[in-house]
Nanobody
Framework: QVQLVESGGGLVQAGGSLRLSCAAS????????MGWFRQAPGKEREFVAA???????YYVDSVKGRFTISRDNAENTVYLQMNSLKPEDTAVYYC????????????????????WGQGTQVTVSS
């Protein structure tokens, strides 16, 4: 059983930055592709970024150039550095682990992820 715990959310003004962390336990972190998703009130959960086991990265178009996903296998942690935040980035952010994926790719699909964290709120004020 894999446990994921997110941290780092909060309230920030537009143009500001936040760094989210997701600490994993209960498995072999380096074997997992990891993803970040978000869900705003009244909307479906959407893909934000993912990183494969080989550290290939993927982003939704709306965050390219502003967000950076990274992983530290020694610390069993995945990060999401968020810069130039906009009010439309406001959501609960979730990290997720894909235990079955290809070593060199990461999926953007919610159903492909096996474990999820509890989420951390990010609020960007205008």
């Amino acid at each position: 059983q894999v446990q994921l715990v997110e941290s780092g959310g909060g309230l920030v003004q537009a143009g500001g930055s936040l760094r989210l962390s997701c600490a994993a336990s209960g498995g072999t972190f380096s074997w997992y592709a990891m993803g970040w998703f978000r869900q705003a009130p009244g909307k479906e959960r959407e893909f934000v970024a993912a990183i494969s086991r080989s550290s290939s990265t993927y982003y939704v178009d709306s965050v390219k150039g502003r967000f950076t996903i990274s992983r530290d296998n020694a610390e069993n942690t995945v990060y999401l550095q968020m810069n130039s935040l906009k009010p439309e980035d406001t959501a609960v952010y979730y990290c997720a682990a894909d235990l079955r994926g290809d070593r060199f790719a990461a999926t953007m699909r919610v159903p492909d992820y096996d474990y999820w964290g509890q989420g951390t709120q990010v609020t960007v004020s205008s």
